[in-house]
């Protein structure tokens, strides 16, 4: 995070007081850490024009990927039939296969 100066690959202690948490760099691990990516989208019913509201509009699609492992949920209360596993790959270096959850 670009305010707080905490930097994905190091290690951190973390610690809880009242809610509150606070990250601590250790400064003696030295072996990096392999992070882990992951990426999320979520799809709703909305009116057009408008941004969803969270009273009446239904989530009706939760995609993630997590280090290149594609995962899409689905509810099946809003999109009528299922789908199938998929491979969406939007450049040669960035691709993956999609397990589908129709639910």
């Given at each position: 995070?670009?305010?707080?100066?905490?930097?994905c690959?190091?290690w951190?202690?973390v610690?809880?007081?009242?809610?509150?948490?606070t990250?601590?760099?250790?400064?003696?691990?030295?072996?990096?850490?392999?992070?882990?990516?992951?990426?999320?989208?979520?799809?709703?019913t909305?009116?057009?024009l408008?941004?969803?509201?969270?009273?009446?509009?239904?989530?009706?699609?939760?995609?993630?990927?997590?280090?290149?492992?594609?995962f899409?949920?689905v509810?099946r209360?809003?999109?009528?039939?299922d789908?199938?596993?998929?491979?969406?790959c939007?450049?040669?270096?960035?691709?993956?296969?999609?397990?589908?959850?129709?639910?």
């Amino acid at each position: 995070a670009i305010d707080t100066g905490t930097r994905c690959g190091l290690w951190y202690q973390v610690s809880t007081t009242s809610g509150a948490s606070t990250l601590t760099k250790r400064e003696d691990l030295i072996r990096w850490a392999t992070p882990t990516v992951c990426a999320f989208d979520i799809e709703t019913t909305k009116l057009p024009l408008r941004f969803p509201n969270a009273e009446y509009d239904q989530v009706f699609m939760i995609s993630y990927m997590i280090n290149g492992k594609g995962f899409l949920i689905v509810n099946r209360e809003v999109v009528s039939s299922d789908i199938d596993d998929f491979e969406y790959c939007p450049k040669k270096d960035f691709g993956g296969a999609f397990a589908i959850f129709n639910e």
